[in-house]
């Protein structure tokens, strides 16, 4: 099986079948699939954020080691694609390098590793049965119908309990990898990470919320405009500057 | 190359052994300083981990072994280290973290700075549970007083009996979910008071800056506004002079004479894997209170046949760490939040001391509330189980696509949770000891642990059970899981968990039953002290660090002072 090269800036895997891929012996002659070609941005081979020698060296080993196939890693790209599509001002899972997020973890925290190979083999098998083709190889209306069935924890059909866990899972997976980049910090709204000076809920938050800051409690508050004062307090304990 | 002899020989540079670092350098002493782990400097870009957005990690801020409480937290250490293992005995499932790096677990700790009150010196006169401290609040309070003016504390003066007053820095305002415990709290009659940290809210002086909000103190300030071993004693230490650092240096065993008085410590230099040996005429050891213990327990002689300290047979003994609880709600008022930077101060800005009076409860001691909940930076694990909370909406849960999008936003910061944090009753029969067949990757015999809870931690948990579900309803939440029963032991923590062990070299005036004196001072060995929470005959409601460096100072006062009369 073919392993994959992560030194592109934008990773292209065709959406075509392979041939003897991992499940499906039979039904996959035909791509007919909407997208030809999944896209996707890749994230970096390397990082550098405050980590010790040894730090350095295990995720470096995590960055070599191959653990998907490409089919496997295919079938995460659409995936993905479906839980955040890319038709969107601030942009899709694909645009998040989220394929690439999904490898690296599943790398990195282990016991996802079966869960998550399991979970592309059961959703061959399942397309298969129903659609005559994996996963990645059914149409996109076939696609959407298969992800309707699996996508709600309320589905009591002992048949799709496997499917339903193996969803939500990569749910879970799609959507930190996508808040926890630039673009889904956008998507929130998150205003943190930056130096700045707290000085209490904004007047119309508490309006709103039919709260408010008691007088005695100010009192005891940081006056924002003296915090460069350096701190003197009398005998009693009282603060004075 | 001959041998240095240092007046003072410190183990461990956490909080007892940062402050004992600082007081006895700056006291014109000749000190060395040897640290397990290796140096760190938080604002150093090759260490540095304060302002990094998640996207900076392969793994967006999740756990690693190295790293348990997530990856861009500034301890390096865990509950597990390579090379270095302990066990525990039977059924005992206790958990021991350590840190391996300079300023120790000074470098992610809460920074929940809480005075010990007068009640928290003398629980054997109010229950007859346990031990009686040798020394009252009246006693440390001075230290206490001196602490906040050099480290810098935030809170209010309150007087409460139990929780004294201090030299704060002003507090923080209280963030929105915080305004709804509050309302919750006033509502139950429970107090809910500003929270007391050791941030600088306000400048100290020209040193270390003051806090920028970014509520990430757990992965070490940059600007030195928060309190770590490190930057608020060990820096400015050093910039004094008269220290030799010694890092990835684990001592052994402290080594002693035909007196048997200490001579200085042998240690192992990591890098070499040599056994290195320093001459000192006194030692003071802040490894930790079980690492101090193990040392005191490896270090055998003919005059301390059982380990150094050791001849009452109590070192190691009374090992006992804060009990836990904590349960979380959904705040369906938080619902589609306007958003602002709500990062304040890391953790909470406001909490609940303990409010009520054993007596009338069928538990001994209490317990503080710590208040959680916010808009706080998204990392790992954000996004998991996406729209839960549409159970409580008549919603349905799941799905997939843009729609998803809007449930983050809806859900985002709609959350109240808290964490309680209380005293258990030290027991002769939790201990920690030396495990007879197991040693280290040094050679080092590992400690071994005995330690279950008794009926009065599980009582106090169901105490904390029933009163969080009352709480975070009165605040307006939704709760969220379900409440651990009796078979749960009431979600008690595991001992250790918290992080706060004390006990193990207590002090004392009877030598029969104690470990040191009331200054640290070993029984057995007048040049030895012991400057971390081992010397704790109980541990309060409160977080231990603000005491551990008063009994550090105090102790050092008291070692100056020896030396200076000539009894040392």
Same mark, same amino acid.
């Given at each position: 099986?073919?392993?994959?090269?992560?030194?592109?800036?934008?990773?292209?895997?065709?959406? +075509?079948?392979?041939?003897?891929?991992?499940? +499906?012996?039979?039904?996959?002659?035909?791509?007919?699939?909407?997208?030809?070609?999944?896209?996707?941005?890749?994230?970096?081979?390397?990082?550098?954020?405050?980590?010790?020698?040894?730090?350095?060296?295990?995720?470096?080993?995590?960055?070599?080691?191959?653990?998907?196939?490409?089919?496997?890693?295919?079938?995460?790209?659409?995936?993905?694609?479906?839980?955040?599509?890319?038709?969107?001002?601030?942009?899709?899972?694909?645009?998040?390098?989220?394929?690439?997020?999904?490898?690296?973890?599943?790398? /990195?925290?282990?016991?996802?590793?079966?869960? @998550?190979?399991?979970?592309?083999?059961?959703?061959?098998?399942?397309? @298969?049965?129903?659609?005559? +083709?994996?996963?990645?190889?059914?149409?996109?209306?076939?696609?959407?119908?298969?992800? /309707?069935?699996?996508?709600?924890? /309320?589905?009591?059909?002992?048949?799709?309990?496997?499917?339903?866990?193996?969803?939500?899972?990569?749910?879970?997976?799609?959507?930190?990898?996508?808040?926890?980049?630039?673009?889904?910090?956008?998507?929130?709204?998150?205003?943190?990470?930056?130096?700045?000076?707290? /000085?209490?809920?904004?007047?119309?938050?508490?309006?709103?919320?039919?709260?408010?800051?008691?007088?005695?409690?100010?009192?005891?508050?940081?006056?924002?405009?003296?915090?460069?004062?350096?701190?003197?307090?009398?005998?009693?304990?009282?603060?004075?500057? | 190359?001959?041998?240095?002899?240092?007046?003072?020989?410190?183990?461990?540079?956490?909080?007892?052994?940062?402050?004992?670092?600082? %007081?006895?350098?700056?006291? &014109?002493? !000749?000190?060395?300083? *040897?640290?397990?782990?290796?140096?760190?400097?938080?604002?150093?870009?090759?260490?540095?981990?304060?302002?990094?957005?998640?996207?900076?990690?392969?793994?967006?801020?999740?756990?690693?072994?190295?790293?348990?409480?997530?990856?861009?937290?500034?301890?390096?250490? #865990?509950?597990?280290?390579?090379?270095?293992?302990?066990?525990? !005995?039977?059924?005992?499932?206790?958990?021991?973290?350590?840190?391996?790096?300079?300023?120790?677990?000074?470098?992610?700790?809460?920074?929940?700075?809480?005075?010990?009150?007068?009640?928290?010196?003398?629980?054997?006169?109010?229950?007859?549970?346990?031990?009686?401290?040798?020394?009252?609040?009246?006693?440390?309070?001075?230290?206490?007083?001196?602490?906040? !003016?050099?480290?810098?504390?935030? &809170?209010?003066?309150?007087?409460?009996?139990?929780?004294?007053?201090?030299?704060?820095?002003?507090?923080?305002?209280?963030?929105?979910?915080?305004?709804?415990?509050?309302?919750?709290?006033?509502?139950?009659?429970?107090?809910? =008071?500003?929270?007391?940290?050791?941030?600088?809210? !306000?400048? =100290?002086?020209?040193?270390?800056?003051?806090?920028?909000?970014?509520?990430?103190?757990?992965?070490?300030?940059?600007?030195?506004?928060?309190?770590?071993? $490190?930057?608020?004693?060990?820096?400015?230490?050093?910039?004094?002079?008269?220290?030799?650092?010694? $890092?990835?240096?684990?001592?052994?065993?402290?080594? $002693?004479?035909?007196?048997?008085?200490?001579? #200085?410590?042998?240690?192992?230099?990591?890098?070499?894997?040599?056994? %290195?040996?320093?001459?000192?005429?006194?030692?003071?050891?802040?490894?930790?209170?079980?690492?101090?213990?193990?040392?005191?327990?490896?270090?055998?002689?003919?005059?301390?046949?059982?380990?150094?300290?050791?001849?009452?047979?109590?070192?190691?003994?009374?090992?006992?760490?804060?009990?836990?609880?904590?349960?979380?709600?959904?705040?369906?008022?938080?619902?589609?939040?306007?958003?602002?930077?709500?990062?304040?101060?890391?953790?909470?800005?406001?909490?609940?001391?303990?409010?009520?009076?054993?007596?009338?409860?069928?538990?001994?001691?209490?317990?503080?509330?710590?208040?959680?909940? &916010?808009?706080?930076?998204?990392?790992?694990?954000?996004?998991?189980?996406?729209?839960?909370?549409?159970?409580?909406?008549?919603?349905?849960?799941?799905?997939? #696509?843009?729609?998803?999008?809007?449930?983050?936003?809806?859900?985002?910061?709609?959350?109240?949770?808290?964490?309680?944090?209380?005293?258990?009753?030290?027991?002769?029969?939790?201990?920690?000891?030396?495990?007879?067949?197991?040693?280290?990757?040094?050679?080092?015999?590992?400690?071994?642990?005995?330690?279950?809870?008794?009926?009065?931690?599980?009582? %106090?948990?169901?105490?904390?059970?029933?009163?969080?579900?009352?709480?975070?309803?009165?605040?307006?939440?939704?709760?969220?899981? $379900?409440?651990?029963?009796?078979?749960?032991?009431?979600?008690?923590?595991?001992?250790?968990?918290?992080?706060?062990?004390? &006990?193990?070299?207590?002090?004392?005036?009877?030598?029969?039953?104690?470990?040191?004196?009331?200054? #640290?001072?070993?029984?057995?060995?007048?040049? *030895?002290?012991?400057?971390?929470?081992?010397?704790?005959?109980? %541990?309060?409601?409160?977080?231990?660090?603000?005491?551990?460096?008063?009994?550090?100072?105090?102790?050092?006062?008291?070692?100056?002072?020896?030396?200076?009369?000539?009894?040392?």
């Amino acid at each position: 099986m073919k392993t994959l090269n992560r030194r592109e800036t934008l990773k292209s895997l065709l959406l +075509a079948p392979l041939a003897g891929g991992i499940i +499906a012996s039979t039904g996959c002659a035909t791509s007919t699939g909407a997208a030809a070609r999944m896209n996707w941005t890749a994230l970096p081979d390397s990082y550098s954020y405050g980590r010790t020698a040894v730090e350095m060296q295990t995720d470096a080993e995590l960055m070599q080691e191959s653990y998907f196939r490409e089919h496997e890693l295919l079938t995460i790209a659409v995936l993905c694609d479906i839980i955040l599509p890319s038709d969107h001002a601030n942009g899709g899972a694909l645009d998040a390098g989220l394929p690439d997020f999904v490898e690296f973890i599943v790398k /990195d925290r282990t016991n996802f590793k079966l869960p @998550i190979r399991g979970g592309i083999a059961w959703l061959d098998v399942y397309a @298969i049965e129903h659609f005559g +083709a994996d996963f990645i190889n059914i149409t996109e209306a076939q696609r959407l119908t298969v992800c /309707d069935r699996i996508a709600y924890p /309320d589905v009591t059909d002992a048949q799709l309990q496997a499917g339903i866990s193996f969803f939500a899972l990569m749910r879970n997976l799609t959507l930190t990898g996508y808040y926890t980049t630039a673009a889904g910090f956008k998507d929130l709204g998150y205003q943190g990470n930056t130096p700045n000076v707290w /000085d209490g809920v904004p007047a119309a938050v508490l309006q709103r919320h039919g709260v408010a800051y008691e007088a005695e409690w100010l009192a005891k508050c940081v006056d924002q405009s003296r915090r460069d004062i350096p701190a003197q307090w009398d005998d009693d304990m009282k603060l004075i500057s | 190359m001959a041998q240095q002899q240092y007046d003072i020989i410190i183990v461990g540079s956490g909080a007892g052994g940062g402050m004992a670092t600082y %007081q006895l350098a700056n006291a &014109g002493l !000749k000190v060395a300083l *040897v640290e397990a782990g290796a140096y760190y400097d938080p604002a150093a870009d090759t260490q540095r981990t304060q302002l990094r957005y998640p996207w900076e990690s392969p793994r967006r801020g999740a756990s690693t072994r190295l790293r348990p409480f997530g990856d861009f937290n500034a301890c390096i250490g #865990g509950w597990e280290l390579d090379g270095e293992p302990f066990t525990n !005995k039977g059924d005992t499932d206790f958990r021991w973290w350590r840190a391996r790096m300079l300023g120790g677990r000074t470098n992610h700790w809460g920074r929940i700075s809480l005075r010990f009150g007068p009640l928290d010196f003398q629980r054997k006169d109010i229950d007859g549970l346990g031990e009686n401290w040798p020394i009252g609040y009246d006693d440390v309070k001075p230290y206490y007083d001196k602490v906040d !003016k050099l480290i810098g504390v935030f &809170g209010s003066n309150e007087g409460l009996y139990n929780d004294p007053d201090g030299f704060f820095l002003p507090a923080p305002k209280p963030r929105l979910h915080e305004l709804f415990y509050i309302n919750g709290a006033r509502k139950l009659n429970v107090p809910v =008071i500003p929270a007391r940290k050791s941030i600088l809210t !306000k400048r =100290i002086n020209n040193e270390r800056g003051v806090c920028f909000y970014c509520g990430q103190c757990s992965r070490a300030c940059s600007i030195h506004a928060d309190f770590s071993s $490190t930057t608020a004693l060990i820096y400015p230490a050093l910039r004094g002079g008269q220290i030799d650092l010694y $890092t990835n240096s684990m001592v052994r065993e402290v080594t $002693t004479n035909a007196e048997g008085k200490a001579t #200085g410590v042998a240690f192992i230099n990591k890098e070499t894997r040599q056994e %290195q040996h320093l001459q000192g005429r006194i030692v003071v050891l802040a490894a930790s209170a079980c690492s101090s213990a193990r040392i005191l327990l490896n270090s055998k002689s003919p005059q301390h046949e059982n380990g150094l300290g050791n001849s009452s047979g109590h070192v190691g003994r009374y090992l006992h760490d804060s009990t836990g609880a904590s349960r979380a709600a959904f705040l369906p008022d938080l619902m589609n939040r306007d958003m602002y930077n709500e990062d304040g101060v890391e953790g909470m800005h406001v909490y609940t001391p303990w409010w009520l009076d054993n007596k009338n409860l069928d538990f001994p001691r209490g317990y503080h509330l710590e208040i959680g909940g &916010g808009m706080g930076m998204p990392a790992y694990g954000f996004g998991f189980a996406v729209n839960q909370y549409n159970e409580f909406l008549g919603e349905r849960v799941g799905g997939y #696509g843009n729609a998803l999008r809007d449930d983050v936003r809806k859900f985002y910061g709609a959350r109240l949770s808290i964490a309680c944090r209380g005293e258990s009753v030290p027991q002769y029969d939790n201990y920690c000891e030396l495990d007879p067949t197991v040693v280290d990757e040094w050679g080092i015999p590992v400690l071994r642990f005995n330690y279950h809870w008794t009926e009065h931690e599980i009582k %106090q948990a169901r105490h904390m059970q029933d009163f969080m579900e009352e709480l975070l309803e009165a605040s307006g939440g939704i709760l969220l899981g $379900t409440k651990p029963g009796a078979d749960q032991d009431y979600g008690l923590t595991k001992p250790g968990e918290i992080i706060h062990e004390v &006990g193990t070299t207590r002090m004392g005036m009877d030598a029969r039953s104690s470990v040191t004196n009331e200054y #640290g001072q070993l029984h057995d060995a007048d040049n *030895v002290f012991v400057v971390d929470a081992g010397t704790f005959v109980s %541990q309060a409601d409160k977080n231990p660090t603000w005491t551990i460096m008063a009994l550090s100072w105090r102790t050092c006062d008291y070692i100056v002072d020896q030396i200076k009369q000539q009894n040392l």
